[in-house]
């Protein structure tokens, strides 16, 4: 019987001696989320188990495995692509699923556990397209996920093809349209096109798969209507607001939710869930924050939610307060949402309203439809079709377009371009007409990790970064701090002038005469490049060769001829364009992206995770829409006649 695969490195001490390896009695390290960009796939081969001294020169071989060494990575634990690793104070631990293969690799020297990313794509044996969604994998570490990011923009992936023919002839999943993905490598098409979903990576949470010329017969059509019809939620948006009214109309005793179904409760279908955890004297005041009611999803090849802090959210209903804005379009953001109308209802508070746009359908039981459209923001679907979308695009369009802005937040392994491409079709809704000039813009506050700031630009040219640390209740390290290491790489990107917007002081912000924004404590204006260079809440040091300031540990290596960490491979990053493989420019600047088919860039990770996805307290339930239809079904099956 296959048992996971696993590569032993003992880490080297900081005085220089081989430490002792952690008995397996030992606790766990705590959790952290670091994965890789790669698009694998596992493939067969045996076991093998090795370990490696500290020395850089000594390796330790088996079955065609050779183990790497690393050296001062922090305790920890998280995934890198369809493997796992557990870091200790000496030794990492790299799991991988049985039937995966490893190439032989030189023995390297690595900087800290998230260089598992690297480590990742070095050793895995070849890729195959898998399943694949229309984000990459979630990336928490700024040095090796932004060393990562830009490797992914030279190396061979997976495309999405976002024409108006691709999107035309698009079948439809239970999560809306479907994208076109191709294979690309330096310009050249490998394999066929295809249609996969738009908001699942893994085949194992949507399964839907087409090529794109492929002919579907019409009991297949007929099949997959009604598999997308079963797959949506058990009650229409109408249908719970119906069911909300009756709820709040039951005294206090008699208000349940079901935890487990994630359901409110009527008196009716108590026995339905009465060997279910329920939560009872259900106050309206609780109600009122269904975020802290629900429990947050974390299947992150899909549905991973993260909620902000409540000093975030404060802030960001500050600013917008401030800045004038009296309508808030809220995309993916409902603990804002909340904040909004909570504040509403006081007496003191701005009178200022927000309509909520979530793939969470569960918010359908708490909001009315003029408060919530169920929507997916990766192929800009309204499930509840052209009414929700007329509904959106009257609450952009109230008093002329003035006064509204878009704060969204989207999962942070979501790819830039097909989320610009929602966003511009709601820019375009925005506008009272189709045919309105481009030089009046809908203001928005993008929230995203600063690594992915050239992406951004490349799609939103007018956009600019906040120093400002966005963070998170329920991420262990998208959280705030006093130091750099330790602080949020999550920023807000807007297009709204910098100057316009003022940064708690008591936060340690300042404000830059020069620059004419507000940065943080740290971020030193640069003389030579005449700006605040840092991104990431630390001091960054001017590369005299490199003509920039680049990150504290970051050294000149004169055999690559750039800035990086001291253990990086020399010769890993190949300079040139993705697309057309000539080196002379990079992909955003290439002229092929604006011909015929206009493909935009799409790094994927479409390599099945084998291991169970654990999904906090919602025992493996992914988003599904049949979470609770299904298990009413299984029940009725099951029961036998007394």
Known sequence: MDVPLKIVCQLRSREGNNATLPTESESEPPSCDVSALSQSAPLRSREADCSASSRPSSTCEEEGVRALVFSGAPASRGDVGDASFEVFEDRIVLMLDPGVVLKATSVLELNSAEECVQLYKMIRGSQDSGGVMATSSSITHSDASESAVQESQHSPGIQVVLTQQAESTAPSCPHGPTLLFVKFNHGKEEGRRFYACAACRDRKDCSFFQWENEKVSKSTLAAREEHNRRCQPPFSHKEYMERYRNYIQLPLPKRRFCQECQQLLLLEEWPEHADHQVQADISIAQLRRPSQMLYALANKKSNAQYLFADRSCQFLLDVVAALGFTRVLCVGTPRL??????????????????????????????????????????????????????????FLQLDNGEGVIMVTDPPFGGLVEPLAHSFKKLVAMWRLEPDEGTSKELPIFWIFPYFFEPRILSVFPSFSMLDYQVDYDNHAQYKHGKTGRKQSPVRIFTNIPQNMITLPKEEGYRYCSICQRYVSSDNQHCEICNMCTSKDG???????????????????????????????????????????????????????????????????????????????????????????SNKKRKKSKTKTPS
């Not at 701005?350 to 909001?367: G, N």
């Not at 080196?583 to 084998?610: A, E, F």
């Not at 291991?611 to 025992?619: D, G, M, Q, T, V």
Request: glycine share 6%; hydrophobic share 25%.
């Open 337 to 394: 949402h909340e904040l909004i109308r909570l504040r509403a209802l006081g007496p003191e508070g701005p009178q200022m309203r927000s309509l909520l746009l979530d793939i969470d359908f569960r918010y359908s039981q708490f909001y009315t439809d003029e408060e919530f459209c169920h929507y997916n923001m990766f192929n800009h679907h309204f499930f509840g079709g052209e009414e929700a979308r007329e509904i959106c695009r009257n």
């Open 538 to 628: 630390r001091r960054w040091k001017h590369c005299i060769l490199c003509r920039k300031c680049v990150k504290p540990s970051w050294i000149h290596c004169s055999s690559c001829n750039r800035c990086a960490l001291q253990s990086h491979p020399c010769g890993s990053t190949k300079d040139g364009c993705f697309i057309c493989g000539k080196s002379d420019h990079k992909q955003r600047n290439c002229p092929r992206r604006y011909i015929k088919d206009k493909t935009t860039q799409v790094k994927l990770n479409p390599g099945k995770n084998k291991r169970k996805i654990k999904i906090s307290k919602l025992k493996g339930k992914s988003i599904k829409h049949t979470a609770v």
